[in-house]
C-alpha cells in the first residue's frame, strides 16, 4: 500500500484527459542503443497507464448493453487558448463623443407608457410607443407646401435616419478592422473584408462577365425575360430566345455544307463503331481451311498426276474464293 | 421543317444501320433525279412535326414555300421521334430499307396473311433466310414472289433457327404494309 502511494504521490493523474504525468521521471543512465531506449519508455509506459487503470476501475460505474460505463471527472490540467485574446474594438464614434461630453449610459426600460394610446408599450419592435403609423393627424405648420402629404414625409425622414445610422455602423467597423479587432461573426460573413494578416485584393467582375450574369438573370423569368421592360440603355439579350441552333433548312445552291459535313460525321462515326462486323470471322476460317485442303489435296495428286492438269484446277479453285469473299458484303443466299 | 440535329442524326441512323449495314451509304448519298436542276441533288433528312422524312433536295427547296402550320408531308416519312424522344421506323420507309437490305427473310404463302394482321413470324412459316443473321438484327420480310411485307428484327440467329420448334418466333414484327388499311389515321 505504501508503495502504491508513493507511486501515486509520483504519478499526477488527470483522468479527465486520461492522462498521468510523472514529473519526477528520469532516465538514470541514457541507454546508448535505440532499442534498448524504446524498451525502457514502455516499460514507464506501462506503468503510467497500469496507474491510470487502478484509479479509473475505481471510480463509480453504471452497468449498460455494452458494459460498465464511468463518468469521467472533468480534466485538470489547462491547456493554452487555441486562438488568440479578442482584442479591444476601437471605441465607435458616438462612444468618443460621450466620453468627451461626459455623457452616461441609462438603463432603459422595456415598457413605456405611451401618450397617444394611453397604454404601456414596448419601446421598440411590434406595438411600439410612438409609431409612425399610429399617428392619426399632424397639424398643419405655415413652413408647409400645399401639395405635400405629412405623414410621406414622415416617412421618409425615418428611412433617412435609418440609411445615416447604417453608414455610421460600417464606418465603425472599418475602423475596428484596421485595428484588427473586427467582431467574429462579422469576420466571418465578410468576405469583401480582407482577413487579419493577409491583403486579398477585391474580386473585380470583368464587363462581359456582368454581361453575362445581368443576362441570365434577366432571361431566369418563367417566361424567359420576354416581356420584361427594358431599362433605358440595356442592349437587347445576346441569346435571345432558344439555345438551339439548327442548320439551314435550304443553303444556297446544292446540298448545304454544313449538314452533309455533319451527316458525313455521324455516318462514319456509325460504320466506325460497326466496322469490326464487317468481317465474318467463322466464314474467313472456313474458306481457308477449304483452301488448306485443297493446297494439301493437289500436293497429293501432283506425284500421281501431270502439272498441266493442275493448273485449270487450281484456277477454278482461286475463282470460287474470290467469289466467296464478294459474296460477303451483301450474302444474299439459303442457308447451308 | 428543319434539318436534323446531330443527335437525332445518330439515332435515325442507328435505327437505319440496323438493316441495311454499310449500305446505309448509298441511302445518305443517293443521288435525286428529281427537279428540272443540271445537277441532281443529294437527298436528305428533314423534320416536321416528329416526324423524319427522306426528301430530295429539289423538293425541299420548293417546300419552303408552304407555311409551316400547313406543310403535312414531303418525301417519304421514315419515321418518327416519340415523346421520349426515341426514334421509330414506319411502315413507308419499307421500299427504302426492301432496295438495301443486309439480312432478309422470305415467308411461306401461308404465313404471309398472318404477318399481315400484325403477327410475329414463327419458324413455321418461315421459308428462307439470309446466312450469318444473328439475333437482334434487322430484317426485312419479303413475300416467296419478293414483294416486300415488311420488316422486323430477328429474334434468333439462322443456326439457332434451324434448332427451333415450329412455333418459335423468329422473327418480332415491327412494321408491315397492312398497317396501311389499319391505322390508315396514324400514319
Known amino acids: ?336 | 421543317m428543319r434539318p436534323l440535329d446531330e443527335k437525332e442524326t445518330t439515332a435515325v441512323f442507328e435505327k437505319l444501320f440496323k438493316f441495311t449495314g454499310n449500305n446505309l451509304k448509298n441511302i445518305v448519298e443517293s443521288s435525286s433525279h428529281e427537279g428540272v436542276d443540271e445537277n441532281a441533288g443529294c437527298y436528305c433528312f428533314r423534320l416536321q412535326k416528329n416526324k423524319v422524312y427522306y426528301v430530295s433536295e429539289a423538293l425541299v427547296k420548293r417546300a419552303t414555300n408552304i407555311e409551316r402550320d400547313k406543310l403535312v408531308s414531303l418525301g417519304t416519312c421514315i419515321g418518327k421521334f416519340t415523346k421520349g424522344g426515341s426514334f421509330h421506323l414506319t411502315i413507308q420507309c419499307l421500299n427504302l430499307l426492301a432496295v438495301n437490305a443486309k439480312h432478309k427473310v422470305w415467308l411461306k404463302p401461308t404465313s404471309e396473311m398472318s404477318f399481315l394482321y400484325g403477327n410475329h413470324v414463327l419458324k413455321g412459316g418461315l421459308g428462307r433466310i439470309t446466312e450469318n443473321t444473328t439475333a437482334g438484327d434487322g430484317v426485312v420480310v419479303f413475300s416467296m414472289s419478293d414483294v416486300p411485307l415488311g420488316f422486323g428484327i430477328a429474334a434468333k440467329s439462322t443456326q439457332d433457327c434451324r434448332k427451333l420448334d415450329p412455333n418459335g418466333i423468329v422473327v418480332l414484327h415491327q412494321a408491315d404494309i397492312g398497317e396501311y388499311l389499319r391505322m390508315e389515321d396514324d400514319l
Open chain 1, 1 to 336: 500500500m505504501e508503495l502504491q502511494e508513493q507511486k501515486y504521490q509520483m504519478v499526477q493523474i488527470d483522468l479527465g484527459n486520461l492522462m498521468a504525468y510523472d514529473r519526477h521521471h528520469h532516465f538514470p543512465s541514457v541507454p546508448s542503443e535505440r532499442g534498448e531506449l524504446v524498451k525502457e519508455c514502455l516499460q514507464k509506459g506501462t506503468e503510467l497507464v497500469q496507474a491510470i487503470a487502478d484509479v479509473l476501475f475505481n471510480l463509480p460505474s453504471t452497468e449498460d448493453r455494452d458494459g460498465p460505463i464511468v463518468q469521467l471527472p472533468p480534466p485538470t490540467t489547462r491547456l493554452p487558448r487555441e486562438k488568440h485574446l479578442p482584442k479591444p474594438k476601437p471605441p465607435t464614434k458616438w462612444e468618443l463623443f460621450a466620453q468627451k461630453k461626459g455623457i452616461k449610459k441609462r438603463k432603459k426600460d422595456k415598457i413605456v407608457y405611451d401618450e397617444q394610446t394611453g397604454t404601456w408599450k414596448r419601446r421598440y419592435g411590434y406595438d411600439r410607443v410612438n409609431d409612425d403609423k399610429d399617428v392619426p393627424i399632424i397639424e398643419t405648420k405655415m413652413t408647409d407646401e400645399p401639395g405635400e402629404d405629412p405623414f410621406a414625409k414622415r416617412k421618409e425622414e425615418k428611412k433617412k435616419r435609418v440609411e445615416k445610422q447604417e453608414k455610421n455602423r460600417l464606418q465603425n467597423l472599418k475602423q475596428a478592422v484596421k485595428v484588427g479587432a473586427l467582431p467574429s461573426h462579422v469576420q466571418l460573413a465578410a468576405t469583401a473584408l480582407p482577413i487579419t494578416g493577409t491583403q486579398s485584393a477585391p474580386k473585380k467582375v470583368t464587363k462581359d462577365e456582368l454581361g453575362n450574369v445581368a443576362g441570365m438573370a434577366a432571361t431566369s423569368t418563367a417566361s424567359g425575360g420576354k416581356f420584361d421592360k427594358k431599362l433605358p440603355g440595356e442592349k437587347p439579350a445576346k441569346h435571345p430566345g432558344k439555345y438551339r441552333k439548327f442548320l439551314p433548312v435550304v443553303e444556297g445552291t446544292g446540298m448545304g455544307s454544313q449538314e452533309k459535313q455533319q451527316t458525313d460525321k455521324v455516318l462514319s462515326k456509325l460504320l466506325s463503331k460497326h466496322s469490326h462486323e464487317i468481317l465474318d470471322v467463322n466464314k474467313a476460317v472456313t474458306m481457308f481451311n477449304v483452301k488448306k485442303e485443297k493446297k494439301r489435296k493437289n500436293q497429293q495428286g501432283k506425284f500421281s498426276s501431270t502439272s498441266s492438269k493442275l493448273k485449270p484446277k487450281k484456277a477454278a479453285h482461286k475463282k470460287s474464293s474470290k467469289k466467296g469473299f464478294s459474296k460477303k458484303g451483301s450474302s444474299k443466299g439459303q442457308t447451308k
